[in-house]
């Protein structure tokens, strides 16, 4: 079962394992990003960031694909992680039964791209707020917090500022 589908551009780090997992009773993450599942180190080192006992996998967006479907079938308590909110969009053409929601934690500010601070540490592209409309018009719930504690801000009270 997925628990929560978070786009966070630091996959797996301390906020993350002292409270997201524990909250949410986390047993299994699915960390998604094909430079770091493309980079053994990289992936060894993410993997060794969860806390014991939570199965960890860090895959390509297409290793990504059978594993969320399989989540989708189980009882395990799972975590989607991704570093770009336009992934969701695939991942709700690809995986039936996803779960439409979709928590935003942190998107960096990149070089070369024009962004818009959503939120602070939170920014998108051009691209990136136009796959948050067409998710939101497609009933996705998109929040925006970066941990449980800390200020909630709905994408329905920003989108039209933007």
Request: with cysteine.
């Amino acid at each position: 079962m997925i628990k929560l589908i978070r786009c966070d551009d630091r996959l797996i780090h301390g906020q993350c394992v002292t409270q997201i997992i524990p909250i949410y009773g986390i047993k299994s993450i699915i960390a998604i990003d094909n430079a770091t599942a493309s980079n053994a180190m990289l992936k060894k080192i993410f993997i060794m960031a969860a806390p014991a006992g939570v199965k960890t996998v860090v895959a390509t967006e297409d290793e990504s694909i059978p594993l969320i479907q399989a989540a989708l079938q189980d009882a395990v308590p799972t975590l989607i992680l991704m570093r770009v909110p336009t992934l969701m969009e695939r991942l709700l053409k690809e995986c039936p039964g996803l779960p439409k929601d979709l928590n935003v934690a942190s998107v960096p500010k990149r070089p070369n791209l024009e962004m818009t601070e959503l939120y602070p540490g939170i920014f998108f592209s051009s691209e990136e707020i136009s796959a948050a409309r067409r998710m939101a018009a497609d009933g996705v719930h998109i929040w925006l917090q970066k941990v449980p504690n800390s200020t909630l801000l709905e994408w329905e009270n920003i989108q039209n500022k933007l």
